[in-house]
């Protein structure tokens, strides 16, 4: 159980980019949109910093009051939740990077999907695995904070031989 708030503590945290963000609109892109990107990009790309550096302050400030997270096991994760185990000193990101991003915006609301390669532990939980994320961002008073995160681990394909 452990292991899946930390997971959802990535959910906070957009970790390193390792593609440019997909910016399928159906032709009806407008230059607001785009500067939505670039704000979403950004932050992505400040939470990264802040998760290497185990920084609590920028994820607080990030996460919205009512941030809700869900796990790949299912498990709800709220702010406390995820704030008080990363106090707790044991986790560690050796790797964090997204592909396969995609931005969708929809007014003060973006919507964030990656494929995330996750190399890293909880104690003596390894984290390693690759998840499909999203992560649903909500613009308030003129910021963007995090309302929302879910994972679900992606499995290797088996090959038929």
Known sequence: MRAWIILALYGVSTFGQSSPTNL???????????AVRAQITSLNQQLN??????DLTF????MAPGYVG???NGMI?????????????????EVLADSEIDIRVHGDCAVLTALA?????????????????????LRHDGDWQIVAFQATAVRAAVSKN
């Not at 399928?24 to 785009?34: A, K, L, V």
């Not at 910093?49 to 185990?54: F, L, R, S």
């Open 24 to 34: 399928q609109t159906g032709g009806n892109r407008t230059s607001d949109e785009d």
């Open 49 to 54: 910093d802040a998760a290497v550096k185990g």
């Open 59 to 62: 994820f607080g400030k990030t």
């Open 70 to 72: 869900v796990a790949p």
């Open 77 to 93: 994760l709220d702010k406390s939740i995820i704030a008080a185990h990363y106090q707790s000193g044991s986790l560690h990101y």
């Open 117 to 137: 390669s996750v190399k890293g532990h909880d104690g003596e939980t390894d984290l390693t695995g690759t998840y499909r994320i999203m992560r649903v961002f």
